[in-house]
């Protein structure tokens, strides 16, 4: 089984994480329903099928996350990713300009869909924005050539600033 997809979203998931709050060398947990991690691996199994095939996992990112124990409860999976991980994901961060300018744009009061716009146009030309109407979001914004990532970015406009949320694109077309 192949396990990138997954292992890319978690580390995404932590990279995310310390930008926002800062680094700090502990276990981290995130959660995913039964659903998304099917997504990412291509298959279709039940939450028990799923969690055998998990050991898979923890052995195939030993090297880079540590020992992730995983376990789940009904259709809700948690990953424990302990210290070694988010050290490793820690020294990820700076190879990722795009991420880190963007999350410092969009915790600044004043922020436009404008400014969000130059940052993603900064890294590459293929950038697709979308004003959505009578949706929970009011623009969505994504590289349409998944460089730098391929994370669909749904942006809401609450006046005085805005705010996000990020989704793979399998997670996204769930919504």
């Known amino acids: 089984m192949n396990f990138n997809r997954l292992e890319y979203n978690i580390v ?63 259709d809700r999976f948690c990953f424990m990713i302990p210290p070694e991980g988010a050290e490793y994901v820690r020294g990820q961060i700076r190879d990722d300009e795009f ?19 130059r940052i993603f146009l900064k890294y590459s030309d293929h950038v697709r924005c979308e004003k959505r109407e009578g949706e929970d979001f009011d623009y969505l914004i994504y590289f349409e050539d998944g460089k730098p990532d391929d994370f669909r970015y749904c942006i809401t406009d609450e006046g005085i600033h805005l705010i996000y949320h990020r989704f793979s694109p399998e997670d996204f077309e769930e919504l």
């Open 12 to 74: 995404e998931m932590l990279k995310e994480e310390q930008i926002k709050l800062g680094y700090q060398r502990e276990t981290v947990r995130l959660y995913y329903p039964l659903s998304s991690v099917c997504r990412f691996l291509g298959v279709n199994l039940s939450a028990d099928e799923m969690q055998k095939e998990l050991a898979h996992f923890s052995d195939a990112v030993k090297e880079r996350l540590g020992n992730v124990v995983i376990d789940h409860k009904k």
């Open 99 to 117: 991420l880190v300018g963007f999350i410092e744009a969009i915790r600044k009061h004043g922020c436009t869909i404008e400014d969000l716009m």
